[in-house]
């Protein structure tokens, strides 16, 4: 339970330092971002867990994949909210599509043999 604690603990640090980051350069705090911190985190986690690195293969493949769909849910975002789309449909809109495309990229990707 301890380890447990650890790990969230750590997590949400980063998570607090990338968003205070970003409330004083979004610009900045976009860059951290976008390094995969969260991925890295979890593929420590997966190997101080579990040593299996064909399960941090499979999750780091996957996270590859599975990146590409959020990125347009990002523009709209943006687009919307200059738009003057309140936040919370803004956000909403940008997640459904992510949402969407999550699913067209699995049906894409199990085409050509890749499984996520």
Not at 30 to 46: D, K, Y
Not at 50 to 74: C, E, K, S, Y
Not at 87 to 112: D, E, K, N, Q
């Given at each position: ?16 330092v ?28 997966l ?8 399960r ?33 449909g ?27």
């Amino acid at each position: 339970m301890f380890y447990l604690a650890v790990k969230a603990a750590i997590s949400g640090i980063v998570i607090a330092v990338a968003s205070e980051i970003a409330r004083r350069s979004p610009a900045l705090g976009a860059l951290v971002v976008s390094i995969p911190l969260v991925s890295v985190l979890t593929m420590i986690w997966l190997w101080r867990d579990t040593r299996d690195m064909a399960r941090i293969a499979d999750h780091a493949q996957a996270t590859f994949w599975l990146v590409l769909p959020t990125l347009p849910g990002f523009l709209l975002l943006a687009y919307l909210l200059r738009a003057d789309v309140p936040f919370w449909g803004a956000m909403l809109a940008g997640t459904m599509v992510t949402i969407a495309l999550y699913f067209v990229a699995a049906a894409i990707l199990g085409r050509f043999g890749i499984s996520l």
